[in-house]
């Protein structure tokens, strides 16, 4: 199967950059959130996003400033927002991408069940919860499959795609193939808790979280450690500030309760969590984020 024309539900922290990725490869996409506010601000994300990747191209003198103009046009032009589900009884492939909560992921797909095309794909960035459980929530849970980005969805290649016990063959196979339609690398996962990139990353970032907690360090100097050692772009804390502190301790939750102790918990993120400090979107977490 083809996609021709896609949508994404939730325009929140990756919503806006799932939608650019997919009008960046050419196809038209219908952005919904459930308040004007959200889509406005993933349509802003879309066309920052854009932008900026442009900008880089020109400053590297691979197009001019006009191209660089016409293709910003061209892309956000289609990208199309709403609160309402108008357009989707016309799309082959739609991402879900609603807050972690299984049952705010399951309603909506109740939702997309009842009004998208029999042949449509539905599709969830979730980052840990059952793809199974949420196909249940539909009439075709053959056609319910995982398609989890990374952040930032903009610049990440990688995608997992998750195969729940009712994820039919065909779907799957259509779900890796638009996967590098939009420019992606694909990775076939089974439906096991975290999947493969949250497994791997969570068993080493959770030791991290279990030293902190036991000797009391600063996050930030753990941070500044991890980045002046290139052990990776950034420090484990600055990063779950930006994924969204919420996000990260659900996930970690997750882990703890299917494989144990092995998977630590981190008792500050909680009491952030817990206190409304939930990372950049809220301008609060291990850190201040500036408006």
């Excluded at 939730?10 to 919904?32: D, R």
């Excluded at 589900?85 to 939702?111: H, L, S």
């Excluded at 997992?160 to 690398?185: P, Y």
Aim: charged share 25%; hydrophobic share 40%.
């Amino acid at each position: 199967m083809y996609v021709f024309r896609a949508a994404v539900v939730g325009a929140g922290t990756m919503g806006g950059e799932i939608a650019q990725t997919i009008a960046s490869a050419g196809l038209p996409v219908v952005l919904k959130d459930v308040e004007q506010k959200f889509v406005d601000q993933g349509l802003e994300k879309a066309h920052e996003v854009t932008q900026g990747q442009l900008a880089g191209l020109v400053k590297k003198e691979k197009i001019s400033q006009e191209e660089a103009d016409r293709q910003l046009e061209e892309v956000v032009g289609r990208v199309t927002g709403t609160t309402e589900y108008e357009g989707f009884g016309e799309v082959d492939f739609v991402v879900e991408a609603v807050p972690e909560r299984m049952q705010i992921k399951q309603a909506v797909f109740a939702e997309l069940d009842a009004l998208t095309p029999g042949h449509a794909i539905l599709a969830s960035n979730t980052s840990a919860l059952s793809i199974t459980e949420i196909g249940e929530a539909t009439s075709r849970p053959d056609r319910v499959v995982g398609f989890h980005y990374f952040y930032p969805a903009s610049i990440m290649r990688l995608i997992e795609v998750i195969e729940g016990d009712e994820t039919s063959e065909e779907t799957m196979q259509a779900a890796l193939n638009f996967a590098q339609q939009i420019r992606k690398q694909p990775i076939r996962c089974a439906e096991v808790p975290g999947f493969v990139v949250n497994r791997i990353l969570n068993s080493a970032v959770s030791e991290i979280w279990r030293v902190q907690d036991e000797e009391g360090i600063d996050p930030k100097e753990i941070d500044r450690i991890v980045q002046e050692s290139k052990a990776a772009p950034m420090g484990p804390f600055f990063l779950g500030d930006l994924l969204g502190l919420d996000t990260v301790l659900h996930v970690a939750e997750h882990l703890h309760e299917s494989y144990g102790d092995r998977f630590f918990v981190s008792p500050k993120m909680k009491e952030l969590v817990e206190a409304g400090n939930l990372g950049q979107k809220s301008g609060k977490g291990f850190y201040e984020h500036g408006s």
